[in-house]
């Protein structure tokens, strides 16, 4: 069994991650979309719904 | 059993390559290859056919409107805004969702207006073999879920493992486990195990036993599903024609403390431009949803719900507006791609 303060630490990592990840997933999707798409989309298009 | 003549080709790990092991187990598979069983699904779809003819998971309340925007095709790519007006069951509420999609991998978030964020992922390692990530965070400290699940879809079987809240440390959480074989063509029999650990002292494990019948025409099915603590869930589901699918759904709980029962009956109409469900419940509610496509980027759905008993009634309204972001040209370059990739995939037919 780990210790109490690895096991802290533990706990302070996924707490970490769970941040990162809350504000950092959407931007992600929106980002590997627009990289890998084709054809490569323009920035308007993401905001206007009418581009 | 009529001895079957040594065909399988020698398996070049197992040296020398006739041992006795490895002739009954190439035995065993080729006799379980000839019975020709198909693959009996997950245990999550045993009852999708119902699920999608019910409308329990479709209905809303309120005012409601979607606008999805593809940006590409091929990987597939969306964005989706979703506004919701208030309703006496919700709060107004506006939702951001993003979709991408390839081959392998699909990716889909979620942004709600108070900052809640949903996540899915699924990513398919071999055509068997596919690992999903199911994540729910919010600002409020409880409501935050994780669920790691891997499905193995084998030859006429399918083993799911599924993990919710893992916590490394002292290994807390739900984890669930589930199995559904093919035992004659028509006929899935499988279990699931339920295992929960809130705490690293207590833990309870809860064993389900499911079956699930196709008929050899694939028109109907019915699924069972039995807890032995008293709870049994039965389903019929039958598709009268290319246009009407109808299902029925019964829920019983006889457990010492509560009994319980809950049937539902349910229609789908699958017209050209429209698709129609209406549904009754043993509680005395009626309910229809009606989703009417009026050109390919706009459609209206509505929704209404009567519970006869309690005299009450929900209505619910809404629009969903796709728009592409591709122009002419560009869509028809993607149509093109794909259907080259389908060659690619599938050999063209010989030429006689």
Redesign the interface.
């Known amino acids: 069994m ?1 210790s109490e303060d ?2 802290e630490r ?2 302070k990592v ?1 707490e970490v991650g ?1 941040t990162v ?2 504000y950092a ?2 931007p ?3 980002y ?3 990289t ?4 490569q ?1 323009s920035l308007i ?2 905001i206007s ?3 | 059993m009529a001895s079957l003549p040594e065909q399988s080709s020698p398996n070049p790990l197992l040296f020398p390559a006739y041992t006795p092991f490895s002739s009954t187990l190439n035995r065993f598979q080729k006799w379980r290859a000839d019975l020709g069983l198909p693959n009996p699904g997950t245990v999550e779809n045993l009852q999708k056919e119902v699920k999608a003819t019910h409308l329990t998971n479709y209905a809303f309340d309120g005012g409601r409107a979607d ?1 999805t ?1 593809s ?2 095709m ?2 597939l ?1 969306q ?1 989706t ?1 979703s506004f919701a007006l208030g309703s006496q069951t919700m709060a107004p509420s506006y939702n ?1 969702g ?3 999609a ?1 081959e392998k991998v699909f ?5 709600d207006h108070d900052g809640n ?1 949903s ?1 899915r992922m699924n990513q398919g390692w071999t055509a068997s073999h596919v690992s999903k990530m199911q ?1 729910q ?1 919010s600002q409020q400290a409880g409501h ?1 879920l994780l669920q790691l699940e891997h499905d193995y879809q084998g030859m006429d079987f399918n083993l799911n493992l599924k993990a919710a809240n893992p916590w ?2 002292d290994l807390t959480g739900i984890y669930v486990g589930s199995y559904l074989q093919s035992v004659t063509k028509n006929l899935a029999l499988g279990t699931e195990w339920v295992y929960q650990r809130p705490t690293p002292a207590t833990s309870d494990l809860v064993a389900t036993y499911l079956a699930k019948y196709t008929s050899s025409d694939k028109s109907w099915i019915a699924t069972a599903q039995l807890q032995p603590a008293g709870i049994l869930q039965a389903t019929y589901w039958q598709k009268l024609s290319e246009k009407v699918e109808f299902a029925a759904d019964l829920q019983l709980m006889a457990a010492p403390m509560r009994r319980d029962a809950l049937a539902t009956l349910g229609a789908k109409y699958d017209l050209r431009l429209a698709t129609f469900r209406a549904q009754l419940d043993s509680t005395g509610k009626v309910s229809a949803l009606l989703e009417q496509r009026f050109t390919p980027t706009f459609a209206f759905l509505m929704s209404g719900e009567i519970d006869h008993f309690k005299n009450a009634a929900k209505v619910g309204v809404g629009v969903m507006i796709e ?1 592409s ?2 122009s002419q040209e ?1 869509l028809e ?2 149509m093109q791609q794909m259907q080259m990739q389908q060659q690619a995939l599938s050999p063209p037919p010989p030429t006689s």
């Open positions: 780990p690895t096991k533990i706990a996924i769970r990840f809350h997933w959407v992600m999707i929106i590997v979309g627009f890998r798409s084709n054809p989309p298009k993401l719904p009418l581009a | 606008l925007k940006i590409s091929n990987p790519f964005v805004h951001f993003a979709i991408y390839s990716l889909q978030g979620g942004v964020v996540a994540a965070i935050n490394p440390t728009s972001a591709l560009e370059m993607q």
